[in-house]
Every structure is written in C-alpha cells, then in structure tokens.
C-alpha cells in the first residue's frame, strides 16, 4: 500500500509539471496567434471579453494572456500619441526643420552619426559624441538650466536644441536669433522669449551688429536675464568663448562661468558634408 501511495504522488507530480508546461505553451500560442480570431476587427475579436479580464476569455485557449489584437492596438495607440505629442511641440516650439521634427517625433534617443561616415578617422566623432553626452545630461539633470553648444557649421548643434525641445515637456520656443534684425517679426515674441520655460536661441552671433548695437544688446540682455532667473536655454553659436564675451559684454562672461552653464565643444567636423561623401562613396561602390 505504501509502496502503491509512493508511485501515485510521483506519478501526480509528473502529470502537473506537464500540465504547466502544457499552460505555458497554450499561452504562448494563444498571444502569438489564436486560431478562432483572424483579425483585430472580426466579430470575434470585438466580442472577446480577453480585452477587458483574460482570466474570462470566452473564444480561444482558456486562461490565455489578454487578445494579441488589443495590446497591439494599445501599443501602437501609444506610441502615435507620442509622436504627434512630439509633433506638436517642436511645431508649436517653432524648430524650424520639417525633417528634423518629423525624425525627432519618432525616435526615442538622440540619435548618433553613423560611425562609417567617418571612415577610418574616428576621432572626428569626438564633438558628436560630446554633444549627445551633454545633452542626455542636461535633460537629466533638472540643475542644469543653460547649455551652450559652440561650434562650426553642420557639427549638429540646432539638432541637438530640436532633440532637447523633443523630450521636454514644457512648453518651448525656438528664437533665431537673427529675429532681432526684423522688427516686424521680433515684436510679436519679444515678451514670449522673456517666459518661455524653454527657450533656444539658435546661431547666436548672426544677428547683425548694427552702429546703434540694438540688436547685439538685445540678445545679450534677454540670455543674461534668463540666466539671473534660472529660466531654462539652448544656446547654440559659432563663437568661443572669448568672443563671445568680445561681443556680449561683461554682465554676459561673468555669467558663462556658473555652475549651471554648462558650454560644450561640438567641434568643426561638418557633419552633414561627411554625410553626402559617404553617400556619393556608397553610390559608386554600388
């Protein structure tokens, strides 16, 4: 009798450690594909009760993980909420790129140049990869209100401010800054760049420098004040430092030497001109 209930109990064990298997596979199967449901707007799929309680799934394998069709459509639900959020606020920020914020509404990190644009030269990436560092750190760090990013053209600056502006949720505003020479389109936003939560100030340093200096001393007054209040800026310029505080004044270089200024070398590496040549390279390989 012993000998009998001591088969019994290993023969129960084995048959349950099947069964599990067996629930895990109908699970498995049942999220992949259930054999009864043959798309998302069937009358199968819209009268499944799996869509609200799994547990009381009515069509399919039973105990089965909530409809495949249901949490594709939540999915991608989500993510098109995302991206037209995203949309919105570059649009309403002002970026002034249509491929920058239509690449940027879709992404979910600050995308890299490709390492075969630069060929067997990979230190050229330096300013690239500085740039993304730093901006991952000023989007984390909520201490961090001002990022200065100096460089020569193409070396992704206003990407880099387009990319900020993308995963900020404040409301922003994109200021070229050459918006000073044109006081038609100046006076609309000059009380808006004062109170946006974000602002980026795009080529500083294109504006022109006229004799009365208005435009200069605009510019100047406008980052310095947000800097006194810790109003948050994106910066982007072909000046150094140097000439920076050249042109700007003292109240401005006084400033740029704060903790929470942080200026970051892109470099002079064109990176869109890299770009074309690895292109132009690929098309006659090809």
Known sequence: MKKLQMFDEKTLKHFQDRALVAMENIKRTRREDCPRCPSAKSEIALKCSSRLDADTETHGFEDGPMCKHVEEKARREAEEEVIRARTLRMQHAGVPDPDMVKHFAKVKVMTQPSRSWFGPDQSQREGSERVAEAVNYYLSDPHMR??????????????????????????????????????????????????APLLVIDDLGTERQS?????????????????????????????????????????????????????????????????????????EVK
Do not use: C, F
Not at 160 to 182: C, E, G
């Open 146 to 195: 001002h990022l200065l990013l100096i460089g020569g053209t193409g070396t992704g600056k206003s990407t880099a401010a387009a990319w900020v502006v993308a995963s900020t949720l404040d409301n922003a505003h994109w200021l070229p800054a050459r918006t000073v020479d044109d006081m038609e389109r100046w006076r609309p936003v000059s009380s808006l760049v004062y109170s």
């Open 211 to 283: 004799e009365s200096g208005w435009g200069v001393e605009t510019l100047s007054s406008l980052w310095v004040d947000r800097i006194d209040r810790g109003m948050r800026t994106v910066v982007t310029t072909n000046l150094s430092i140097a000439a920076l505080s050249s042109r700007y004044g003292e109240r401005l270089r006084s400033r740029l030497n704060r903790t929470d200024v942080a200026p970051v070398a892109a470099g002079n590496v064109d990176l869109r001109k890299l770009k074309r040549d690895y292109q132009q390279r690929m098309g």
